[in-house]
């Protein structure tokens, strides 16, 4: 069953070795492009690891960013995003909504059978929407209601693999005109008008040889410099039509020299 919209997103399947403050910095940089963040939750503890909450300000810079970044590469792992099951705190005591949760008590048997380890992190749980189960019973859905509208990267088993896309992409961008020489320099078009650098790294970091990106702003292209022209070439067929949303799929040449 879908959960109905609203301003908090439950995002799992994140890279669990990455330092808690540098993901929630990473996260914001990607989330922020779609509208104003309240807050990110992120947790250290083993039970949370993996998983983040981002509170929007508005419901539909909610629902925008998460039919946008639905699977996206995000530290080498595809990013499931839901709605949360329930109303953050942040957002319960701006609406004037918000009930104080009992606190758990810790019995002395419990202690003594080392049960604390769960109950333990109890200011955490205070603006957590508790999203966990339900994000992994739809995480299957997702992939298969995307299936029609993005066409993703070979190495997501989740996903449509990257040749697919060409097909796709061939619509997007009939340009007949001469090719470039293979070369370590990527041109891609067809960028939506939210996209980041920090975005782009962690799409084309993907492939082996990245460098850099060189966004070029209000034009909707950039360049990815990769360590040669051969893994530039691997990026290019592997992302080649990738849907950075359902209407636009990128578009990649070598670089003209």
Same mark, same amino acid.
């Given at each position: 069953?879908?959960?109905?919209?609203?301003?908090?997103?439950?995002?799992?399947?994140?890279?669990?070795?990455?330092?808690?403050?540098?993901?929630?910095?990473?996260?914001?940089?990607?989330?922020?492009?779609?509208?104003?963040?309240?807050?990110?939750?992120?947790?250290?503890?083993?039970?949370?690891?993996?998983?983040?909450?981002?509170?929007?300000?508005?419901?539909? @810079?909610? /629902?925008?960013?998460? $039919? #946008?970044? %639905?699977?996206?590469?995000?530290? &080498?792992?595809?990013?499931?995003?839901?709605? !949360?099951?329930?109303?953050?705190?942040?957002?319960?005591?701006?609406?004037?909504?918000?009930?104080?949760?009992?606190?758990?008590?810790?019995?002395?048997?419990?202690?003594?059978?080392?049960?604390?380890?769960?109950?333990?992190?109890?200011?955490?749980?205070?603006?957590?929407?508790?999203?966990?189960?339900?994000?992994?019973?739809?995480?299957? @859905?997702? /992939?298969?209601?995307? $299936? #029609?509208? %993005?066409?993703?990267?070979?190495? &997501?088993?989740?996903?449509?693999?990257?040749? !697919?896309?060409?097909?796709?992409?061939?619509?997007?961008?009939?340009?007949?005109?001469?090719?470039?020489?293979?070369?370590?320099?990527?041109?891609?078009?067809?960028?939506?008008?939210?996209?980041?650098?920090?975005?782009?790294?962690?799409?084309?970091?993907?492939?082996?040889?990245?460098?850099?990106?060189?966004?070029?702003?209000?034009?909707?292209?950039?360049?990815?410099?990769?360590?040669?022209?051969?893994?530039?070439?691997?990026?290019?067929?592997?992302?080649?039509?990738?849907?950075?949303?359902?209407?636009?799929?990128?578009?990649?040449?070598?670089?003209?020299?």
């Amino acid at each position: 069953m879908a959960l109905a919209a609203n301003q908090t997103l439950y995002v799992n399947n994140l890279n669990d070795k990455i330092n808690v403050e540098t993901l929630k910095k990473s996260l914001r940089e990607v989330f922020a492009a779609f509208g104003g963040i309240i807050d990110i939750i992120a947790m250290k503890s083993l039970k949370r690891r993996g998983q983040a909450w981002i509170i929007f300000k508005e419901t539909s @810079a909610a /629902t925008n960013s998460l $039919k #946008s970044l %639905q699977g996206f590469p995000f530290y &080498n792992k595809p990013m499931r995003i839901q709605f !949360a099951k329930s109303k953050s705190d942040v957002v319960a005591k701006a609406d004037g909504t918000y009930v104080e949760r009992p606190k758990k008590i810790v019995k002395r048997e419990d202690l003594r059978k080392g049960k604390t380890a769960t109950p333990a992190p109890a200011p955490e749980e205070r603006t957590i929407p508790a999203a966990a189960p339900a994000a992994s019973r739809a995480a299957p @859905a997702v /992939t298969a209601t995307q $299936k #029609s509208i %993005q066409d993703r990267i070979g190495w &997501n088993p989740n996903q449509i693999a990257g040749p !697919a896309g060409g097909s796709s992409s061939a619509a997007a961008a009939p340009k007949p005109a001469a090719p470039s020489e293979p070369n370590k320099t990527l041109f891609v078009e067809n960028l939506p008008t939210e996209a980041t650098d920090t975005m782009l790294s962690m799409l084309f970091r993907q492939y082996p040889g990245f460098q850099e990106v060189r966004l070029i702003g209000g034009r909707g292209v950039a360049f990815v410099d990769y360590q040669n022209e051969y893994q530039a070439g691997m990026a290019m067929q592997g992302l080649q039509g990738f849907a950075m949303t359902p209407e636009v799929k990128l578009n990649l040449t070598y670089a003209r020299k």
